[in-house]
């Protein structure tokens, strides 16, 4: 029975070992830490701007209506299409916060 019981002991030790071999292994490695954009929601992303102007770029693979948010009136939406960019225009003053989809 000793040696049944030792069987026993060292197979559960090996497979605690490796358990914990494979987490340490998984946590160990460098996770990137993801881009703003890419947690935002939806297709329309806000891309460079200036006065009077913004880009719109449509990260996703089909066509999109988006327009971006200021103060105030926001701007009516324009059409992009599949990972393009659309530029839009603003009045004096307005800077945007963010893109959506429309």
Request: hydrophobic share 35%; net charge negative.
């Given at each position: 029975m000793t040696r049944l019981r030792s069987a026993l002991v060292t197979v559960a030790a090996v497979a605690l070992l490796a358990?914990?071999?494979?987490?340490?292994?998984?946590?160990?490695?460098?996770v990137a830490a993801a881009p703003v954009e890419a947690m935002e929601p939806g297709c329309a992303k806000l891309g460079a701007y200036g006065p009077g102007w913004a880009d719109i770029h449509n990260v996703c693979g089909h066509t999109i209506s988006a327009s971006v948010e200021v103060d105030g009136w926001d701007p009516s939406c324009i059409q992009i299409g599949p990972h393009g960019t659309g530029r839009i225009g603003l009045?004096?003053?307005?800077?945007?916060?963010?893109?959506y989809e429309c």
């Open positions: 358990g914990t071999a494979a987490m340490g292994t998984a946590s160990a490695e460098p009045e004096a003053g307005d800077d945007p916060y963010y893109a």
